[in-house]
């Protein structure tokens, strides 16, 4: 099974930060890589796919980059809405594997 | 508006199963896939497993193969996830979420799917 390897676990971050979330393969997955956000209580959102593709509806300040074995998310301008956990995927191949998730919460 | 409702909360005792439904509206159910995934009270995302409802064809997680089952109604556009035998360790909130593609088929190992949208999830209990 790929293994994927999200860093920091948690990012305590201010209002208008910039923030990076890093996701690490355990091989090389291409660009099969999709990113979430998952607020309290609800089901997770999809951002980004493909690694770099933002979804239709996501603000521009997120940002999605890298290939093979290494990814990072970016949040440009850390807003209020944005508090939430974010997990990375990889569907290069079964099983679908997530990374352990990176809460980000208030500084 | 593209859609997933998934049925209500369930409470099982061990060694009992569980059937959990997931009604897509807003679009063709046979041209998506469907896959399923859990997360424990505080935990991460797992994956359970995928499906084809067009030819009902199954990939399962391999800790769950030998207890799952997935399938699906056509005429009214249902995906169902039956688990048994059930353990507490089960206890989660199983969700559904549509699987999209940019590759428009699967080779052996994958079937390239990002998920969305995704059901609001149904909380299965396994308790004595």
């Known amino acids: 099974d790929i293994q994927m390897t999200q860093s920091p676990s948690t990012l305590s971050a201010s209002v208008g930060d910039r923030v990076t979330i890093t996701c690490r393969a355990s091989?090389?997955?291409?660009?099969?890589l999709a990113w979430y956000q998952q607020k309290a209580g609800k089901a997770p959102k999809l951002l980004i796919y493909t690694a770099s593709t933002l979804d239709s509806g996501v603000p521009s300040r997120f940002t999605g980059s890298g290939s093979e074995t290494d990814f990072t998310l970016t949040i440009s301008s850390l807003q209020p809405d944005d508090y939430a956990t974010y997990y990375c995927q990889q569907y290069n191949s079964f099983p679908y594997t997530f990374g352990q998730g990176t809460k980000l919460d208030i500084k | 508006q593209v859609q997933l409702v998934q049925s209500g909360a369930e409470v099982r005792q061990p060694g009992a199963s569980v059937k959990v439904s997931c009604k897509a509206s807003?679009?063709?159910?046979?041209?998506?896939?469907i896959n399923w995934v859990r997360q424990a009270t505080g935990q991460g995302l797992e994956w359970m497993g995928w499906m084809n409802p067009k030819n009902g064809d199954t990939v399962y997680a391999q800790k769950l193969q030998d207890r799952v089952t997935f399938t699906r109604d056509t005429s009214i556009s249902t995906a169902y996830m039956e688990l048994r035998s059930l353990r507490p360790e089960d206890t989660a909130i199983y969700y559904c979420?549509?699987?999209?593609?940019?590759?428009?088929?699967?080779?052996?190992?994958?079937?390239?799917?990002?998920?969305?949208?995704w059901g609001q999830g149904t909380l299965v209990t396994v308790s004595s």
């Open positions: 807003g679009h063709t159910f046979t041209s998506y896939d």
């Open positions: 979420a549509r699987g999209w593609t940019m590759t428009g088929s699967c080779s052996s190992t994958s079937c390239y799917n990002w998920f969305d949208p």
């Open positions: 091989q090389n997955i291409n660009i099969w």
